[in-house]
């Protein structure tokens, strides 16, 4: 529900700057034939489809002898929920895996997109048996309703691959810039090309709200964060140590942490002034503290209570729930591989003066 | 006009002030127009499979007869496996379709939201 209602916001948002908008015509020639997404919800300037489908489920082979096995082979498109029954549970948008029923089974397959899903089955007979029916081991009814792990010392076991950034946003709770504090706000330049295209580091929290996915390792005394976007990582000791002293600034700041019943809070603090935060930027004074709950098995509420006594008049929340994607591996993200040249797309006027 | 504007203007501030989006990666969309689609039809001559982002280059007709190659920006290649793409899905030399937001500053080059393959399978891109 929650997740609906923020996806109303941004329609709302959206149409809402759709309508005050004046003067943008489009600079291209006309469009060869109406886009293929026209009349569709739209997700911050991004369309919510087309829907998850089915591309491929095959079982290699589909007949087999007792005690024999068979791999099952998949792909879907556009879909961000993909699961199967039989108690093989959520899998990536394209794999395969092998499979030993002791009876002819049939595997049913599910690829759930934003507007709009595809189900399709496959069955792998094995001779000489006769059918058996879907398991009703609740485990492998619902892989999505699963108990949340504890770790051994007692704690919630955060660690898992989550992502905030596309499938929910952040919410701003109380920012107020402190008077006199606009010199802070980020120029038309830097707002319109976003200063993460030098591939520097995003700081914290934006680090969180990228849209490519996270992985927390969770150990006694330690827990770790590993970022896919721009390949960084924070290593968060939770064994009771302070800060140390005289910190070198850095973008992503050094994190203690200590749990407060079965949140995890993690102070950050020793930041330079390279990154921003809700379009301002922020001084070496920058302190947050982050909130890290697990709600469910595949939810996580994010909160990080964002300070900085030179920017803004009092503390303020940044927040956004998270999902959790046991199916996904980090990957390798390597910004300056093929980074482009975005100044020459820039239409601020002075860009265009430059010209 | 004067007074709508200001209370556009007035209700946007207070929205944001609730509401801001997560951050994008890498770059702000905002040099694109993403609230006017445009759609291309072109031969590929080129996919750029790399972080941060997969860029296709497509060979578009203009309106004079001739060809102008476009460079048609695509999500990190770890977002496209996620949505069920793989490096060999456009290839040189097909014909394929693309919606997304033009540059706003006349650049030949477009943020795509969806790809639509020659047999034509829609992705989101």
Redesign the interface.
């Known amino acids: 529900m929650l997740v609906v209602n923020r996806f109303a916001m941004i329609a709302a948002l959206a149409a809402l700057v759709t309508t005050c908008a004046v003067g943008q015509q489009p600079t291209q020639n006309a469009p060869a034939e109406p886009p293929a997404d026209a009349g569709r919800p739209r997700f911050g300037g991004f369309p919510m489809g087309p829907p998850g489908k089915i591309m491929e489920l095959k079982a290699e082979p589909s007949v087999i002898g007792p005690g024999q096995s068979a791999i099952i082979r998949w792909r879907a498109i556009n879909a961000d929920d993909i699961y199967f029954d039989q108690c093989l549970g959520i899998v990536p948008a394209i794999g395969k895996v092998v499979v030993s029923p002791a009876a002819t089974s049939t595997y049913t397959f599910t690829a759930k997109g934003r507007a709009g899903g595809d189900q399709k089955s496959v069955t792998i007979t094995v001779v000489g048996t006769n059918p058996i029916p879907p398991s009703t081991d609740p485990g492998c009814v619902d892989p999505h309703n699963q108990p949340i792990p504890q770790a051994s010392d007692g704690h919630p076991d955060l660690s898992g691959v989550y992502i905030a950034g596309f499938n929910f946003s952040a919410m701003n709770r109380g920012a107020e810039v402190k008077p006199g504090a606009e010199k802070y706000k980020l120029t038309e330049k830097e707002t319109e090309i976003g200063i993460g295209v030098t591939c520097t580091p995003p700081g914290v929290p934006a680090a969180t709200f990228q849209p490519y996915p996270m992985q927390i390792i969770q150990k006694p005394g330690l827990v770790v964060i590993l970022y896919e976007a721009y390949g960084i990582f924070r290593v968060i000791p939770t064994d009771g140590r302070l800060h140390p002293d005289d910190l070198d600034p850095t973008y992503m700041g050094n994190s203690v942490g200590h749990w407060e019943g079965d949140t995890l809070v993690v102070d950050v603090t020793g930041f330079n002034d390279k990154t921003e935060i809700a379009n301002y930027h922020h001084t070496t004074a920058y302190h947050v503290v982050e909130r890290y709950h697990r709600v469910s098995y595949e939810e996580l509420d994010y909160d990080a209570t964002i300070d900085d006594p030179n920017v803004f008049a009092k503390p303020w929340v940044q927040s956004a729930k998270m999902r959790l994607h046991p199916e996904w591996q980090i990957q390798e993200y390597v910004c300056e591989q093929n980074n482009k040249n975005y100044q020459d797309l820039l239409i601020t006027k002075d860009a265009k003066k430059k010209k | 006009m004067i007074r709508k504007?200001a209370t556009?203007?007035l209700?946007?501030l207070a929205?944001?002030?609730?509401?801001?989006?997560?951050?994008?990666?890498?770059?702000?969309?905002?040099?694109?127009?993403?609230?006017?689609?445009?759609?291309?039809?072109g031969t590929v001559t080129r996919v750029?499979w790399?972080?941060?982002?997969a860029?296709i280059y497509l060979n578009v007709k203009?309106?004079k007869g001739g060809v102008d190659e476009w460079a048609m920006?695509i999500n990190?290649?770890?977002?496209l496996?996620?949505?069920?793409?793989?490096s060999n899905t456009v290839r040189p030399g097909d014909v394929i379709?693309v919606?997304g937001?033009?540059?706003?500053?006349?650049?030949r080059?477009m943020r795509c939201?969806?790809v639509?393959l020659a047999d034509g399978?829609?992705?989101?891109s």
Do not use: Q
């Open positions: 504007s556009c203007f209700i946007a929205a944001i002030a609730v509401f801001v989006p997560a951050a994008l990666a890498h770059h702000s969309t905002a040099m694109y127009d993403m609230e006017h689609p445009s759609t291309f039809k750029e790399t972080n941060p982002h860029y203009n309106d920006e990190s290649p770890n977002f496996h996620h949505n069920g793409w793989t379709t919606t937001g033009a540059a706003k500053s006349g650049a080059t939201t969806s639509t399978t829609v992705l989101r």
